[in-house]
């Protein structure tokens, strides 16, 4: 079991800290919110009062952060964590944040002689809470490693994604993907729905065709269509519309960085930011089904 330092507490951070508790770790919290480091207590953690009391005599530094400047303003500079631990700490940030922020802070570790993994997450809320993540790894292959039996008491699927920065890459392509998928499938289902289909029907047709994919086979944006998914729900709870638009602007900052051409993502990147725009950042990023519905 180890000593582990958690920083960055919030709706995924909180229950993954909560399960390296449950596996036995020795887990020091910090956060900038009084309820998160409360809720850390309550579980059988400890509450520092900042990220430099938390990591006093850690072996492994887990960092889940909203984004890019806060992992850097973490780690970087002459008041960051990397000027402070010992080498050899094992760092793993699990935020989603720019692969280049990622393979820069990683650079910085190394100069310190610290392991940097970074290592996004899949799955959302409710995987944070089941303990049933897809972590997605960038780092070396030792590192990996290392930090794969911790990772296990958080997720279910554990993925060496290549060196550093790539777990951020991966992710971005994937949420990419997604993204392209629900907007592709909404517009299928509104296009038919115009033209006096039922979406059920036609729903279960594209399942078992050529236009099959994750959105329909557990994710139906149509509401009413499939139970227990957030369009059968007022497109509540799943995965914020702001969430998406914040990863499909990871994937276009990816693209411009290295030269690549990202025409469907960045068409999807626009439709979600307009959506966004529109009040209803928010809601599951199914509800894109209400733009083409309208
Ligand atoms: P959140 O806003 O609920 O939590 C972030 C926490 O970080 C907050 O509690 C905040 O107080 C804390 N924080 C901010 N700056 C800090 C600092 N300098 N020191 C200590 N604590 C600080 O966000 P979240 O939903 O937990 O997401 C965290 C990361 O996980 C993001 O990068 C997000 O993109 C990614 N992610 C989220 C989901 C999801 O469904 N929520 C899914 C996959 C990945």
Redesign the pocket.
Known sequence: MSKVAF????????PMAHNLVKAGHTVTG????AD?LKALAAAGGTAASS?AEAVAGAEVVVS????SQ?VA??YLGEAGLFSQLPAGTLVID????AAETSRQVGKAAAENGIKFLDA??????GG?IAGTLSFIVGGSAADFAQAKPLLENMGKNIFHAGEAGAGQVAKACNNMLLAILMAGTTEALALGAKNGLDPAVLSEIMKQSSGANWVLNVYNPWPGVMEGVPASNNYQGG??VD?MA??LGLAWETALSSKSSIPMGSLARNLFALHAQKGNGGLDFSSIQQMFAE
């Open positions: 920083i960055g507490l919030g709706n995924m951070g909180g910090f956060d900038l919110s998160a990220a889940m952060l909203p984004a806060h303003g973490l699990s935020s989603t944040i996004p997450v899949s799955g959302g809320v944070a995965f914020q969430l914040k990863d």
